[in-house]
T-cell receptor
Framework: GEQVEQRPPHLSVREGDSAVIICTYT??????FFWYKQEPGAGLQLLMK?????EINEGQGFTVLLNKKDKQLSLNLTAAHPGDSAVYFC????????????FGRGTRLQVYA | DPKIIQKPKYLVAVTGSEKILICEQY?????MYWYRQSAKKPLEFMFS???????DNQTASSRFQPQSSKKNHLDLQITALKPDDSATYFC?????????????FGHGTKLSVL
């Protein structure tokens, strides 16, 4: 079945610097791709859903790039601030079942002032 | 206020016993899910329910039985508990009409089996 590798597991950056998290997946038939954020003591929250290949998707303070050729999904937090400190998860939907996602192991991001 | 309530937050059980994990959502969603996260594995999909009917069961053994007594409830009964069942169990919900397929997660129930 689908496997999702996420790196790095831990990331520490200075405020104002960028932070990049990368996921690689194995199933070329994967449909949709997601980034979730989990703040301390809270449940996971959706950051973005993407499905178009090699398209940069911009959110508030971050960009997401999906490269289906290389089976890679990346999250780039531009100008990180302490409020971005959280655990970030990528996820992939391979099946037709909405909500049935294969998650990466997560990246714990620490942004220090 | 949390919109997805999981109870209890922490649970300790002995091997061979049976426990029920509670999940209630107040988002008006029609789909609910269970995921599991153990120390050795990433977050894993277990079950998907839509309108109180099982949509998919991905690898979970028969010892794990979801129970949906109401539209906004999806409890998880676990029988004959084993130490390997130790994990944090997350309940989630979504609205099928949401094009973003946004899953809303509860805070989890951390289960420790001794």
């Amino acid at each position: 079945g689908e496997q999702v590798e996420q790196r790095p597991p831990h990331l520490s950056v200075r405020e104002g610097d960028s932070a990049v998290i990368i996921c690689t997946y194995t199933d070329p038939n994967s449909y949709y791709f997601f980034w979730y954020k989990q703040e301390p003591g809270a449940g996971l929250q959706l950051l973005m859903k993407v499905f178009s290949s090699t398209e940069i998707n911009e959110g508030q303070g971050f960009t997401v790039l999906l490269n289906k050729k290389d089976k890679q999904l990346s999250l780039n937090l531009t100008a990180a601030h302490p409020g971005d400190s959280a655990v970030y998860f990528c996820a992939v939907r391979v099946t037709q079942v909405v909500g049935q996602l294969t998650f990466g192991r997560g990246t714990r991001l620490q942004v220090y002032a | 206020d949390p919109k997805i309530i999981q109870k209890p937050k922490y649970l300790v059980a002995v091997t061979g016993s049976e426990k029920i994990l509670i999940c209630e959502q107040y988002l008006g969603h029609n789909a609910m899910y269970w995921y599991r996260q153990s120390a050795k594995k990433p977050l894993e999909f277990m079950f998907s329910y839509s309108y109180q009917k099982l949509m998919d069961n991905q690898t979970a053994s028969s010892r794990f039985q979801p129970q949906s007594s109401k539209k906004n409830h999806l409890d998880l009964q676990i029988t004959a508990l084993k130490p390997d069942d130790s994990a944090t169990y997350f309940c989630a919900s979504s609205q099928e009409t949401d094009s973003n397929e946004r899953l809303f997660f509860g805070h989890g129930t951390k289960l420790s089996v001794l």
